[in-house]
């Protein structure tokens, strides 16, 4: 598998956990519709299905979780067009993390929203505030150019309208109490939150990925994301204890929309974390180790997928999973030069 030209940036300045292209006007903003008054709508990212925005609607008002690219924000204020939702009655927007996949889109969203308060780990709220030092870090990988065709313009936020939530922070929405618990594994700036009236989680990354042409009898697929730059196995596995104490009856991911079957996933996503830091530590002096990584990875996934019953085509699977597969490989490579020479 080949892994598209992707560069990363430094620690706690890695905006993205996808990165790649700009949201792409050909792909519908599709909605679908859950219970409890939450929906999930396409971001336009890279492909239909791959990154979802959750809008959330509590009497009469609505809140976003996560926000796509600045290419998203025409495509989600269309959602909200066909839902008769006024940007003054979107009031909060929040970002699970500051992956430009998640929060690339925060800085356009806010100017659209004028009601709106930005709701972010606070690790990540100065980079919203003041996002000069992310921006110039994307262009040096990038170049001026394509920063700009990927990500468009990135807009501080005023820091007047930032909300940072701890651990443990309770918010109340418009009468929904939505409670805020950090959970570190894929990034030291990520935070998921559980509805409190429905029992569900909206994670962002922490559950990890679930494409839904792998969902197999109502049964889905899901593997974790262990990409760069801040990767902790021993953080990741916490997290997803911590999160299934709340006894959650289903998560909405970011990548894709919601699951349920969590108990079965959890256990699932142990075994997958520990099966890559099994890999990347088996790899860790191979002169191609990146190569060997994605091979590995690539393998592991690929089987366990047709072992979870999915009848896609191999390569079909292979094409899915490549952005993924290239990007762990390149999450674990920075963890084990992190470890550097202990066991």
């Excluded at 940036?9 to 292209?21: F, I, R, T, W």
């Excluded at 870090?137 to 150019?145: C, H, K, L, N, P």
């Excluded at 929904?176 to 569900?200: K, M, P, V």
């Excluded at 593997?223 to 909405?252: E, I, N």
Aim: negative net charge; charged residues 25%.
């Amino acid at each position: 598998m080949q892994l598209r030209n992707t560069g990363k940036l430094p620690v706690d300045q890695d905006l993205s956990c996808h990165e790649g292209a700009l949201a792409d006007p050909c792909i519908p903003h599709r909605i679908t519709d859950y219970d409890g008054g939450t929906s999930a709508i396409d971001a336009g990212y890279l492909r239909a299905g791959l990154a979802a925005i959750h809008l959330i609607v509590e009497g009469g008002k609505a809140a976003l979780v996560d926000t796509g690219t600045s290419s998203s924000v025409a495509g989600v204020l269309e959602a909200l067009r066909t839902k008769d939702i006024a940007p003054e009655e979107v009031v909060y927007v929040f970002v699970t993390h500051i992956h430009l996949d998640h929060a690339g889109g925060a800085g356009e969203f806010m100017r659209r929203l004028p009601n709106a308060k930005l709701v972010v780990h606070p690790r990540g709220a100065r980079h919203m505030a003041d996002p000069g030092k992310l921006i110039a870090s994307a262009m040096t990988v990038y170049g001026e150019v394509e920063f700009k065709r990927m990500y468009g313009v990135i807009h501080p936020v005023d820091a007047n309208r930032i909300i940072e939530a701890p651990d443990g922070f309770r918010l109340d929405f418009n009468g929904r109490s939505l409670l805020f618990l950090d959970t570190a594994g894929h990034a030291r700036h990520h935070y998921c939150i559980f509805d409190e009236r429905n029992r569900s989680f909206f994670t962002g990354d922490t559950f990890g990925v679930s494409y839904r042409e792998f969902d197999v009898d109502g049964l889905e697929f899901v593997f974790p994301t262990t990409t760069p730059v801040q990767f902790d196995p021993v953080a990741a596995h916490a997290s997803l204890d911590r999160l299934m104490s709340y006894g959650p009856s289903c998560a909405f991911l970011t990548h894709y929309g919601r699951i349920g079957n969590l108990p079965h996933h959890a256990a699932q996503m142990h075994e997958l974390i520990d099966d890559h830091v099994t890999i990347a530590k088996k790899l860790r002096d191979n002169p191609d180790r990146h190569d060997a990584l994605v091979e590995k990875l690539g393998e592991l996934l690929l089987n366990r997928i047709i072992a979870h019953g999915c009848k896609l085509p191999e390569e079909e699977i292979r094409n899915l999973l490549d952005l993924d597969v290239g990007l762990n490989a390149q999450g674990l490579e920075n963890w084990l030069n992190q470890l550097g020479g202990a066991n």
